[in-house]
C-alpha cells in the first residue's frame, strides 16, 4: 500500500528523563516541512565466513541510531512571555529556554541561550500510514534562514536511538499552537544592525544596513556514543556561524575589509516582526566578519560576508529570543 510522505505527522515532547519515552500526544504535533523521514543509521557487522565457495555472509546489525530532519517556521506564539511552539526544538539543539513575565520596565519575552551542559533530550514519533517510528534521547542542531522575501525557518537535524517501529494509527494532530510567521519583508523586519547591543527584549544603537537579511547555523556536533548501560546521543561541539549581504558604499567596504583584515568583530543583531508575541530576534555580541564576496544582486553589487560568533564570557555568542 502506497504512502504519501506528505501526510506524515510528526510528535516531538521534552523526556523527563534522557533516553525514555516521555509519550508524546496530538498536541505535541510538529508542523513541518520539507521532511526527510526517519533513517536508520546502523553499524553492520561483517561475520566474514570461510567456506569452500565464494559469496558474500549475512551481517549483523550492531549499535543503531536515526535520524530526521524538517523544516519549521519561526512564529511567534502570539504571547510574549509565551514559549513559541518551536521552542522545545530548540532545547533539544542544546539552548535553554528563560520565561521573562511582565513586570515594571521588564519586558515580557522568552529567551534562547546555548548551554554547555545539562542539555536536554526529546522523544520523536514519527506516523508514517499505519506504522510509528519511536525516536528517543534525540539532540540535534539547526539553520536559522531569515532571509528577505522567504518565512523565518529553522532547518531542524536530530539524531536518537532507536526506540523501534510499531503499528498504530496517528492522532488528530493539534496544530493551533503553530501560528502564521511574519514574512521578512520590507515593513516587517528591523534593519540588520552592526554594533547593536541588546538589553530587555530589544535591540539599541548601532549601524543600519540595507542587507538581505541574515542566516544562522547552530553548528552543533552531534555524535552517538554506544556505551553498553550508557548509550545516548551528545552536542560534543558548538561553531555557530552565519552570513550575511550589504549594500554598502565605497567607505563602508573598505572599512569592513579592513575590519576583516585586522580580525575585529562587530555585534549583530536582526529582527523579524514588529507586534508583540509575534517578533523573533537574534543578536551576537562579537561576530567575526570573515571572507568578503562581492556578489550580483538584480544587478547591484552587494558585499557577502561569512559570520563566526564567538563567546565572550561562555554560552553568550548568541541570543534568541521571541518578544
Not at 1 to 9: A, E, G, P
Not at 184 to 210: D, R
Request: proline share 7%; charged share 15%; with cysteine.
Amino acid at each position: 500500500m502506497t504512502f504519501l510522505i506528505r501526510k506524515s505527522v510528526v510528535l516531538a515532547k521534552i523526556e523527563a528523563s534522557y533516553g525514555t519515552d516521555a509519550a508524546p500526544g496530538a498536541a505535541d504535533a510538529i508542523l513541518v516541512s520539507n521532511l526527510e523521514p526517519p533513517r536508520l543509521q546502523a553499524d553492520s557487522i561483517d561475520r566474514e565466513l570461510i567456506r569452500p565457495y565464494l559469496g558474500a555472509s549475512e551481517q549483523l546489525v550492531g549499535t543503531r541510531r536515526v535520524e530526521i530532519a524538517f523544516t519549521v517556521e519561526l512564529a511567534g506564539s502570539g504571547t510574549p512571555d509565551q514559549p513559541p511552539a518551536w521552542g522545545a526544538l530548540l532545547r533539544a539543539c542544546g539552548y535553554a529556554e528563560t520565561v521573562v513575565p511582565a513586570g515594571t520596565g521588564i519586558t515580557p519575552r522568552v529567551e534562547y541561550t546555548p548551554v554547555s551542559d545539562g542539555f536536554e533530550s526529546l522523544t520523536i514519533h514519527w506516523y508514517g500510514g499505519g506504522v510509528v517510528h519511536k525516536i528517543v534521547g534525540a539532540r540535534g542542531t539547526a539553520e536559522i534562514d531569515m532571509t528577505i522575501g522567504q518565512r523565518p525557518t529553522a532547518r531542524i537535524t536530530l539524531t536518537g536511538l532507536d526506540a523501534g517501529v510499531v503499528t498504530g494509527a496517528p492522532p488528530a494532530a493539534d496544530y493551533g499552537a503553530w501560528r502564521k510567521p511574519v514574512p521578512v519583508a520590507p515593513g516587517q523586519t528591523g534593519n540588520l544592525l552592526l554594533g547593536a547591543g541588546y538589553a530587555n527584549g530589544a535591540l539599541s544603537g548601532g549601524t543600519a544596513w540595507p542587507s538581505r537579511g541574515i542566516q544562522i547555523n547552530l553548528g552543533n556536533e552531534v555524535a552517538h556514543v554506544p556505551l553498553i548501560g550508557g548509550e545516548e546521543v551528545i552536542i560534543r561541539a558548538r561553531t555557530v556561524t552565519g552570513q550575511v549581504a550589504l549594500d554598502l558604499s565605497d567607505a563602508e567596504r573598505k572599512s569592513l575589509y579592513d575590519q576583516v583584515i585586522a580580525n575585529g568583530t562587530s555585534a549583530v543583531g536582526f529582527s523579524v516582526g514588529t507586534q508583540p508575541g509575534a517578533t523573533i530576534l537574534v543578536h551576537a555580541p562579537a561576530a567575526q566578519l570573515t571572507q568578503p564576496q562581492n556578489v550580483d544582486q538584480e544587478g547591484l553589487l552587494l558585499t557577502q560576508y561569512d559570520l563566526r560568533l564567538v563567546p565572550q564570557s561562555g554560552d553568550d555568542e548568541i541570543i534568541i529570543v521571541h518578544a
